[in-house]
Nanobody
Framework: QVQLVESGGGSVQAGGSLRLSCAAS????????MAWFRQAPGKERMGVAA????????SYTDSVKGRFTISRDNAKNTLYLQMNSLKPEDTAMYYC????????????????????WGQGTQVTVSS
């Protein structure tokens, strides 16, 4: 049973920073890629950043390039999202997602690539 548990969300003012973490657990879970998605009220879930655990190749949605950084500590099986220069439009529930070798999409930003999901952590940015 794979479990993904996010932490680190909160409320910040515009221009501030937050660091999200996602701890992955499961007896034999070795993710192929992991990603962060976000979903604002009334909007579809969208990919924010993703990383291929093999080589570390990353992908970002255009609106966060230069502000967000995704990383992963393979030894700790933990995914991170460093978010700087936050804007009110970054306000959303942020979800961690992971796949495995039976769905080997590399650093994909579409939700169908990921069978495993966390419960989410709320990020609120005020102006």
């Amino acid at each position: 049973q794979v479990q993904l548990v996010e932490s680190g969300g909160g409320s910040v003012q515009a221009g501030g920073s937050l660091r999200l973490s996602c701890a992955a657990s499961g007896d034999t879970y070795s993710p192929y890629s992991m990603a962060w998605f976000r979903q604002a009220p009334g909007k579809e879930r969208m990919g924010v950043a993703a990383i291929y655990t093999g080589t570390g190749v990353t992908s970002y949605t255009d609106s966060v390039k230069g502000r967000f950084t995704i990383s992963r500590d393979n030894a700790k099986n933990t995914l991170y999202l460093q978010m700087n220069s936050l804007k009110p439009e970054d306000t959303a529930m942020y979800y961690c997602a992971g796949n495995s070798r039976d769905r080997p999409f590399i650093a994909a930003l579409f939700p169908q690539a990921y069978p495993y999901w966390g419960q989410g952590t709320q990020v609120t940015v005020s102006s």
